[in-house]
């Protein structure tokens, strides 16, 4: 048999046929209203963004995080923000003491190396 009795399957290239070109959309007249006018049509007035976390309901309004919780009064609130301000504090102290305990094993550590490279040169030179 012949390569010309039986094409190869991968042999013919493919070859789409041309798309017909597209007419140009018409421009709806919604684009000519002024802006109040585009809001009452389209409708485009829309709630603001509503978060749900660990059970509290949050909404972000000018700018802001608000909670709307409804298991938590104010004052209950106002206690939660006061517990966290000072749990925050009393990290940050930790971390500030944890910081210097490891600037000054730092040093300490610098120290020591140093101790010894110098050793080391001494006994490099008394050896010479």
């Known amino acids: 048999t012949t390569t010309t009795d039986h094409p190869l399957p991968c042999t013919n290239k493919f ?12 421009i709806s007249s919604l684009y000519y209203l002024d802006y109040n006018h585009r809001l009452a049509e389209l409708g485009l007035e829309h709630e603001p963004t509503e978060l749900r976390f ?5 909404t972000f309004r000018k700018g802001r995080w608000v909670s709307h919780s409804r298991d938590m009064d104010n004052s209950s609130q106002s206690d939660l923000v006061k517990n966290m301000r000072e749990r925050n504090r009393l990290l940050q ?14 040093d300490m550590l610098t120290e020591t190396t140093a101790n010894l490279w110098m050793f080391k040169c001494k006994k490099h030179h008394q050896e010479h």
């Open 54 to 58: 660990n059970g509290q309901r949050f």
């Open 93 to 106: 102290e930790q971390n500030n003491i944890l910081t210097l305990k490891m600037e000054t094993l730092m």
């Open 15 to 26: 070859k789409p046929r041309k798309s017909v070109p597209r007419k140009n959309p018409p």
